[in-house]
């Protein structure tokens, strides 16, 4: 199976955001789940300096590592949106 084994595969398999199986309760949890203005600021920071080729090799490392969990965020909200949509509450 292609792509099987990425990062992205796994935790789409992991997650499955496809299904809306959590509870109102917990998927409002993890939609309150958000980077604070410190991480968005260095967030920004690290893309604007990745633009321009100017990151350290630990710069790469930590904008990776924002990145991934990004992903892993996306991935949850999207099953909180679909678990509160099937719930009749809105996302």
Sequence with gaps: MP????EAAILSRLIRP???DLSPEAAQSILQLAFDEQDR???HELAVRAQGGELTDGEQVELESYRRVGRIL??????ARRSL???GLAA
């Design 74 to 79: 996306d991935l949850l909200r999207s099953k």
């Design 85 to 87: 949509k099937r719930a």
């Design 3 to 6: 792509g099987a084994g990425d």
């Design 18 to 20: 496809e299904r809306d």
């Design 41 to 43: 600021a260095r967030m």
